[in-house]
């Protein structure tokens, strides 16, 4: 199967734009050896098409991403990559915050506190 070159050129961007190499290079190096089919279809599919889909503008989108990284309760370094992401484009450590103690009632307190634990020191390092 040929990845489709515009969804690859726009997943490629998006994942530049919004991790900077920086957790997208990670999940296509520990994928290399198992499935990297898994991180081409991550990059076309889920970055190069749904992410640039319109209707939601990017920190909105990264916003549900960490929403549903923290209701899952088992996904925290995809939690960091997100919240990362949406900082690095523009959001606020309080919108960051805020989507997370939404999730209370929701997600539950322990993955709500979990997830607030796992972002300190990220947190940490943005002004208010």
């Given at each position: 199967?040929?990845?489709?070159?515009?969804?690859?050129?726009?997943?490629?961007?998006?994942?530049?734009?919004?991790?900077?190499?920086?957790?997208?290079?990670?999940?296509?190096?520990?994928?290399?050896?198992?499935?990297?089919?898994?991180?081409?279809?991550?990059?076309?599919?889920?970055?190069?098409?749904?992410?640039?889909?319109?209707?939601?503008?990017?920190?909105?989108?990264?916003?549900?991403?960490?929403?549903?990284?923290?209701?899952?309760?088992?996904?925290?370094?995809?939690?960091?990559?997100?919240?990362?992401?949406?900082?690095?484009?523009?959001?606020?450590?309080?919108?960051?915050?805020?989507?997370?103690?939404?999730?209370?009632?929701?997600?539950?307190?322990?993955?709500?506190?979990?997830?607030?634990?796992?972002?300190?020191?990220?947190?940490?390092?943005?002004p208010e």
């Amino acid at each position: 199967m040929t990845p489709d070159t515009t969804l690859r050129s726009r997943g490629l961007e998006l994942l530049d734009q919004l991790h900077g190499g920086h957790a997208g290079a990670a999940m296509v190096a520990e994928l290399e050896d198992v499935c990297p089919a898994f991180a081409d279809m991550t990059i076309d599919w889920a970055i190069g098409s749904i992410m640039d889909r319109p209707g939601l503008d990017l920190i909105t989108r990264e916003l549900v991403l960490i929403a549903s990284c923290v209701t899952m309760g088992h996904a925290m370094p995809q939690l960091r990559a997100h919240a990362e992401a949406a900082l690095k484009i523009g959001a606020t450590k309080q919108q960051v915050v805020e989507t997370i103690l939404q999730l209370t009632f929701y997600a539950g307190g322990p993955a709500v506190r979990n997830a607030l634990v796992a972002l300190k020191d990220l947190l940490a390092t943005k002004p208010e």
